[in-house]
């Protein structure tokens, strides 16, 4: 008599067997950080496209676009510490992040409640320093060309006088009064500036005494001392982006300026890397990159990666066992 094949008691015992060694959760590619989904407060600058920013996020108070801030991993977003001067209650604030315009953010587009608000223990209120700031989402983002991270770069990286950079946000677009905020996120490319060069600039016809506008080590100078463009009044918090050896790297916050646009007077910045071991100690899970890492574009949670090899290699012992056990079972019934 032929073979007739296992009878159906068999036969589901054998679905059974099949869904429980191949049920496993399918590999999880981890995304990686300062790459552009597209590739390709600002005064002069341009339009940007759908995707080219995808860590650019808005802070809006009570509905309203209030900062800028740099999604630094699935939860976690880099801002200035000054955007929370009047109020800091989480439950005012969300973040919209995915976004080209602020009237119409698009489907690919998320509006996240804010769980904390963390301000730089040194920030006083007065820019002189510490003029940084995390904050923790309530539920992590599901990643994506329109939503990744940017690069936090560790102490090891220089970004030198002349090196170019990005600026982005949706802040104010005209540098006299009748200003009006942008609908469409602007970005500006802008030279870093030395330390010492822009504290010379900003000395210049300057009636303020020196100490109030003093450029310290923890701060970065970008842009021209022609003035005419620049980062300018609800750019605040939002990214320096720094292209380098394959990625894109946060170099500084938006933070402060004498004016928008003003001749001798440079924006300033949050100098990220000096800030290293605080945003560390609060986000241990992120992973700082540096020019000697072998990978740049290093996932922002190294489980993620370690998660994912085992699946994968979880999944293939599965199913070589699995397809043993039916070979088996099937000679049996001959």
């Known amino acids: 008599m032929g073979y007739q094949g296992p009878g159906p008691g068999r036969r589901l015992l054998l679905l059974m067997l ?10 999880h590619v981890p995304r990686v950080c300062g790459k552009q989904g597209f590739l390709s407060r600002i005064v002069g600058g341009k339009d940007s496209r759908d ?30 510490s000054h955007c929370f001067n009047q109020l800091n209650n989480p439950s005012n604030f969300t973040v919209l992040v995915g976004a080209l315009k602020l009237s119409d953010p698009g489907p690919h587009s998320i509006i996240a409640s804010v769980g904390r608000i963390i301000l730089n223990p040194t920030y006083e209120g007065d820019l002189r ?4 700031a995390l904050i923790q989402l ?32 949706w802040g104010n677009i005209q540098s ?24 010379a600039l900003y000395h210049q016809d300057s009636k303020q005494p020196r100490a109030t506008r003093e450029i310290k080590e923890d701060m970065i100078c970008a842009g021209f001392a022609a003035g005419q463009r620049d980062a300018c009044q609800g750019d605040s918090g939002g990214p320096l982006a720094c292209w380098m050896e394959g990625s894109w790297y946060l170099a500084g916050v938006v933070s402060w300026g004498d004016g928008c646009a003003q ?27 540096g020019t000697n890492t072998k990978n740049h574009g290093s996932t ?35």
Not at 56 to 74: R, Y
Not at 129 to 132: L, N, S
């Open 138 to 169: 309530e539920q992590r983002l599901p990643l994506s060309r329109h939503i990744n991270p940017i690069c936090v770069p560790s102490a090891n990286i220089n970004f030198l006088p002349g090196h170019t950079c990005w600026v982005t946000g």
């Open 129 to 132: 320093t510490g003029d940084i």
């Open 51 to 80: 995707g080219e920013w995808p860590w650019q996020v808005s802070i809006k108070l009570n509905g309203e676009h209030h900062c800028g801030g740099s999604l630094v991993t699935d939860r976690w977003i880099i801002t200035a």
């Open 18 to 27: 099949l869904q429980i060694l191949t049920n496993v959760e399918p590999s």
């Open 263 to 289: 001749k001798n007077r440079p924006g300033v910045y949050a100098r990220v890397t000096s800030y290293q071991q605080w945003i560390h100690s609060q986000i241990p899970e992120l992973e700082l990159i």
């Open 176 to 199: 006299k009064e009748g200003r009006q905020s942008s609908d469409i996120l602007q970005k500006l490319e802008v030279p870093i500036i030395s330390t010492n060069k822009c504290n």
């Open 300 to 334: 922002v949670n190294n489980k993620n990666i370690s998660n994912s090899a085992s699946t994968s290699s979880f999944s293939f012992i599965s199913f070589f066992i699995a397809t043993i056990v039916l070979l088996l079972l099937s000679k049996q019934t001959l």
